[in-house]
T-cell receptor, first 117, second 109 residues
Framework: DTGVSQDPRHKITKRGQNVTFRCDPISEHNRLYWYRQTLGQGPEFLTY????????KSRLLSDRFSAERPKGSFSTLEIQRTEQGDSAMYLC???????????????FGAGSRLTVL | GQNIDQPTEMTATEGAIVQINCTYQ??????LFWYQQHAGEAPTFLSYNVLDGLEEKGRFSSFLSRSKGYSYLLLKELQMKDSASYLC??????????WGAGTKLIIKP
């Protein structure tokens, strides 16, 4: 297993364009998270899946953002009509658990860096 | 509101010891995590504390005091490769991770 994979690693786009990021979690992990991180800040929660179900979505997430996890495997995060404020590193993380406990260790991917011009 | 505080930046010397503090105010507590993040790379898990006390793992140790809302990460025998950001995160009552902004640690020869 090569860990959590994210693609593309870098994306430069013009304002108003749509972008899509893909995340392939560790195969036996049933939970998948999307975070956004800007320079000098910690990760900011965007959304979370358990298997194929999207269980939580940040209130900060506008309706331009949508995420899917068909068949409970890989996930995609789409940003429509991008804005300059969307420029950030988009991190995907996965974990395994049957029920929630505190010891829910996340394994992160290397991230997809988005630059909106 | 929920808040995690850690110093923005610290500098230490190769071979020395450094302590990175984290204080938190969250709605509930289900454990505290420390992650290491090298520039441009993914955060990687270092430690998890849910009970008071010190957890030692090689050169790294993490301490927790729930009554004080306080944790620290202790790094011994510092190496140049320890130059990174160290992120403190608390799992709240909804099992959501609340993240600090990270402490950038600079190691000098």
């Amino acid at each position: 297993d090569t860990g959590v994979s994210q693609d593309p690693r870098h994306k430069i786009t013009k304002r108003g364009q749509n972008v899509t990021f893909r995340c392939d979690p560790i195969s036996e992990h049933n939970r998948l998270y999307w975070y956004r991180q800007t320079l000098g800040q910690g990760p900011e929660f965007l959304t979370y899946f358990q298997n194929e179900a999207q269980l939580e979505k940040s209130r900060l997430l506008s309706d331009r953002f949508s995420a899917e996890r068909p068949k409970g495997s890989f996930s995609t995060l789409e940003i429509q009509r991008t804005e300059q404020g969307d420029s950030a590193m988009y991190l995907c993380a996965s974990s395994f658990g049957e029920s929630f406990s505190g010891a829910n260790v996340l394994t992160f991917g290397a991230g997809s860096r988005l630059t909106v011009l | 509101g929920q808040n995690i505080d850690q110093p923005t930046e610290m500098t230490a010397t190769e071979g020395a010891i450094v302590q990175i503090n984290c204080t938190y105010q969250t709605s509930g507590f289900n454990g505290l995590f420390w992650y290491q993040q090298h520039a441009g790379e993914a955060p990687t898990f270092l430690s998890y504390n849910v009970l008071d006390g010190l957890e030692e793992k090689g050169r790294f140790s993490s301490f927790l005091s729930r009554s004080k809302g306080y944790s620290y990460l202790l790094l011994k025998e510092l190496q140049m490769k320890d130059s990174a950001s160290y992120l403190c995160a608390v799992m709240d009552s909804n099992y959501q991770l609340i993240w600090g902004a990270g402490t950038k640690l600079i190691i000098k020869p």
